[in-house]
């Protein structure tokens, strides 16, 4: 069946540090992808999307590009902020309704 | 415009008790999803309800597990009697139109359930 495994947190960096949260998948034909991110005390809010192999989504600095090849959405962002701490969630969905979500990783930047 | 609201935050309760959790939709939504978070572990789909309809309820762990979402408006999961695994963070989810790439479904921040 589908499936997401993301890396095992939690992940520590210093402000301006270079993020990657690796983020392979399980699916059957051409899932959509995407990245949540849950900020304390709150609810998972999207964070960037791709729908087809090569697509680059990316927003607030983070990008991800789906890599059909190697079945993966990476998570990647150039330099952190301590705003960026928070708990990251790679999700797919495929045909139905269910979104099939990670295990979430935990980020803390520290300044 | 308010955003997925849900009650209580946190609920502590002992095992063989019942606890309701509710959850109110984006208004206008009709497409209202229930998720569980298992500490540690993945976050799990339940089910999905558009209107007051269950679409698919394949999630659901057991059932001691009731959802209800009467008038389509908002919903409540009722766990009875609970036990210890049931602890985790159930998540709500409200969106438009069916939750995908083209509509984006919008979370609550979740009530966390403690079963002793």
């Known amino acids: 069946g589908d499936s997401v495994t993301q890396m095992e947190g939690p992940v520590t960096l210093s402000e301006e540090a270079f993020l990657t949260i690796n983020c392979t998948y399980t699916?059957?034909?051409?899932?959509?992808l995407f990245w949540y991110v849950q900020y304390p005390g709150e609810g998972l809010q999207l964070l960037l999307k791709a729908t087809k192999a090569d697509d680059k989504g990316s927003n607030k600095g983070f990008e991800a590009t789906y890599r059909k090849e190697t079945t993966s959405f990476h998570l990647e962002k150039g330099s952190v902020q301590v705003s960026d701490s928070a708990v990251y969630f790679c999700a797919l969905k495929h045909t139905g309704n269910q979104f099939y979500f990670g295990t979430g990783t935990s980020l803390t930047v520290i300044p | 415009e308010a955003g997925v609201t849900q009650f209580p935050s946190h609920s502590v309760i002992e095992k063989g008790q019942t606890v309701t959790l509710r959850c109110d939709p984006i208004?206008?939504?009709?497409?209202l999803y229930w998720y569980r978070r298992v500490m540690g572990k993945e976050i799990k789909f339940l089910l999905h309800?558009?209107?007051?309809?269950?679409?698919?309820e394949s999630g659901m762990p057991n059932n001691r597990f009731l959802a209800e979402r009467t008038g389509g408006t908002y919903s409540t999961l009722k766990v009875q009697p609970a036990e210890l695994e049931d602890s985790g963070v159930y998540f709500c989810a409200s969106s438009l139109g069916l939750a995908g790439a083209s509509n984006e479904q919008f979370f609550g921040p979740g009530t966390r359930l403690t079963v002793l």
């Open positions: 699916a059957t034909g051409y899932p959509s």
């Open positions: 309800f558009v209107k007051e309809s269950k679409q698919d």
């Open positions: 208004s206008g939504h009709d497409n």
